[in-house]
């Protein structure tokens, strides 16, 4: 009744471990599921970044033109003065340069009209520079959110490890389980080549003895239901060498499994300090831009 328990609890114990095998399968196939989820986010902040760039060389373009614009301007304006100034001339000589003052109030006209279009494409400027001003903060925000994004999947690093550290201590526990289980499988080999040589003596001497006396069939049936319990015994140890290698296999597939995500978390990692250090640069660079 005892082994039949210990049977019905070792056959119990492998599903347990058969359901727990399926489960970490299924927690890796959602873990690849996230890491692929995060290589796409990866390339979308990617793209932003190159994207910041590119509006930020537009945005120095457009201040190049705004400042070519007001040299125009400011010279427009001394030209205008200076039209003024030959007006004022003009009206001091009118009777005697009539139509040179009819030409220069076309020639004031004319500027009027060119400084008054150059006004209306400065303003036009001015709210595109607004536009790509709030362009640059969203993005800014974005690469805020990016960068909590990081700290969370740094926080989660750090929790694996700590459960991997735990992993390998049990695995360290099982393989010296497997050490005594191996050492025991051997004491009984032992034991059982012990037995089959007692057991054959025993045979020998009970034909000898089944000649002398009627007495002693009594104990060559005692000696062959010992045998037969010893069979017993040597059929449950091969049984539970073979649950013990199922175990073993158990055990190595975990440590396969959290190989894999070990490696693949190393490269997260890596590829994380790699895009951190590509945003340092593109935020020193804009910084430096605007200034």
């Known amino acids: 009744s005892t082994i039949q328990k210990q049977r019905q609890e070792l056959q119990l114990l492998i599903a347990e471990l058969k359901d727990r095998d399926k489960e970490l399968n299924d927690m890796v196939a959602v873990h690849q599921r996230e890491l692929l989820a995060w290589e796409d986010d990866r390339q979308k902040r990617l793209t932003l970044a190159e994207r910041c760039n590119l509006l930020n060389n537009e945005l120095n373009k457009r201040n190049d033109i ?3 614009l007001t040299k125009r301007l400011k010279s427009l304006e001394s030209r205008q003065n200076d039209s003024r100034a030959t007006f004022e001339y003009t009206q001091q000589k009118f009777k005697e340069l009539s139509q040179k003052v ?3 109030t076309l020639h004031c006209q004319a500027l009027e009209e060119k400084n008054r279009s150059l006004y209306c494409s400065v303003l036009e400027l001015s709210a595109k520079t607004g536009q790509l001003q709030a362009r640059e903060q969203e993005l800014l925000t974005m690469l805020k959110l990016k960068d909590e994004v ?3 999947t740094t926080d989660y690093i750090i929790e694996f490890t700590s459960k991997f550290r735990k992993m390998e201590s049990a695995l360290r526990a099982a393989k010296t389980e497997e050490f005594s289980l191996n050492e025991e499988k051997q004491a009984l080999k ?3 080549k012990e037995l089959t040589l007692e057991t054959n003596k025993l ?3 009970l034909c000898e003895k089944i000649k002398e006396n ?6 060559i049936i005692h000696l ?3 045998n037969g319990c010893l069979r017993n015994e040597l059929a449950l140890i091969v049984e539970k060498s073979k649950r013990k290698d199922q175990l073993l296999q158990f055990a190595r597939s975990k440590q396969a499994r959290t190989d894999t995500e070990l490696s693949s978390l190393r490269q997260i990692y890596v590829k994380q300090q790699r895009d951190l250090q590509f945003l340092h640069v593109n935020l020193e660079s804009s910084q430096e831009l605007r200034q």
């Open 102 to 104: 009819t030409d220069a």
């Open 224 to 226: 062959r239901q010992e």
């Open 190 to 192: 032992l034991r059982l």
């Open 66 to 68: 705004i400042k070519s």
């Open 214 to 219: 009627n007495k002693q069939q009594e104990e």
């Open 150 to 152: 990081i700290l969370e």
């Open 203 to 205: 045979k020998d001497d």
